[in-house]
C-alpha cells in the first residue's frame, strides 16, 4: 500500500530558530500535498495545500512566509517553520495523495519550541 | 462550506459491548466521506471510504454506512486494541482537494 514518511518524528527548538520537517512519497507519485495542524483533543486543521512545482495554497490565517512550503518533486514536500515561538508548538501532520487515489497521512510531527 | 461533526467525543466501553459512532456532515456535493483510525502521537490510518448513500463496507470488527447526511462506524464486540481516535473527514465536489475533518470520537475499550 500508500506509504508516507514524515521526519523528524519529533522536534525540539529554541524560540526564534527555524525547523524543516519533511514528508516523503515512498512508492508512488504525490501530485497533491496537504499539510495540517493537530492542537491536543482537536481534529486536524487544514494550512495549506501544494501541487508539485507551484506554490502552495495557503489557508486563511495562516501564515505563509512563517510556514514555507516547498513541494520540489512529485515525491517530497518540506514544511519550514521560520522563526518559530512557543505557540507554534503543535503535531504537524503531511498527506500525499496521486490522482484517482486516497490519502495517505505521514506519522507526524511533534514540534516544540521552548 | 463543509462541516462535519463527530458524536460522541468520548465513549468508553466495556470488551465485548458492540456501539456506533455517528459523523454529521454538510457538504455541497459530497465526492467521498472517509474514515480514518488515530493513534495517540501517530498520523491517521486509513480505514474506509464511502461514496454514495446506501453503501456500507466492512472491515474485521468495523462496519462503516452512509446516508445522505450522516455516516455510522459500528464496532461489534470491540477488543481494547481498538482503543483509539476515530476520525472523519469529507472530500466535497467544490474543487477543494483537502479533506475536511471532525473533531474525532475517542474511543476507550476497557478489557
Known amino acids: 500500500g500508500a506509504v508516507v514518511s514524515q521526519h523528524p518524528s519529533w522536534v525540539i527548538c529554541k524560540s526564534g530558530t527555524s525547523v524543516k520537517i519533511e514528508c516523503r512519497s515512498l512508492?508512488?507519485?504525490?501530485?497533491?500535498m496537504f499539510w495540517y495542524r493537530q492542537f491536543p483533543k482537536q481534529s486536524l486543521m487544514l494550512m495549506a495545500t501544494?501541487?508539485?512545482?507551484?506554490?502552495?495554497?495557503?489557508e486563511q490565517g495562516v501564515e505563509k512566509d512563517k510556514f514555507l512550503i516547498n513541494h520540489a518533486s512529485l515525491t517530497l514536500s518540506t514544511l519550514t517553520v521560520t522563526s518559530a515561538h512557543p505557540e507554534d508548538s503543535s503535531f504537524y501532520i503531511c498527506?500525499?495523495?496521486?490522482?484517482?487515489?486516497?490519502?495517505?497521512f505521514g506519522s507526524g510531527t511533534r514540534l516544540t519550541v521552548v | 462550506e463543509d462541516q462535519v461533526t463527530q458524536s460522541p467525543e468520548a465513549l468508553r466501553l466495556q470488551e465485548g459491548e458492540s456501539s456506533s459512532l455517528n459523523c454529521s456532515y454538510t457538504?455541497?456535493?459530497?465526492?467521498?466521506l472517509f474514515w480514518y483510525r488515530q493513534d495517540p502521537g501517530k498520523g491517521p490510518e486509513f480505514l474506509f471510504t464511502l461514496y454514495s448513500a446506501g453503501e456500507e463496507k466492512e472491515k474485521e470488527r468495523l462496519k462503516a454506512t452512509l446516508t445522505k447526511k450522516e455516516s455510522f462506524l459500528h464496532i461489534t464486540a470491540p477488543k481494547p486494541e481498538d482503543s483509539a481516535t476515530y476520525l472523519c473527514a469529507v472530500r466535497s465536489d467544490t474543487g477543494r482537494r483537502a479533506l475536511t475533518f471532525g473533531s474525532g470520537t475517542r474511543l476507550q475499550v476497557q478489557p
Open positions: 457538504v455541497s456535493g459530497l465526492r467521498g
Open positions: 512508492d508512488f507519485q504525490a501530485t497533491t
Open positions: 501544494s501541487n508539485e512545482g507551484s506554490k502552495a495554497t495557503y
Open positions: 498527506s500525499a495523495r496521486a490522482e484517482g487515489n486516497g490519502y495517505t
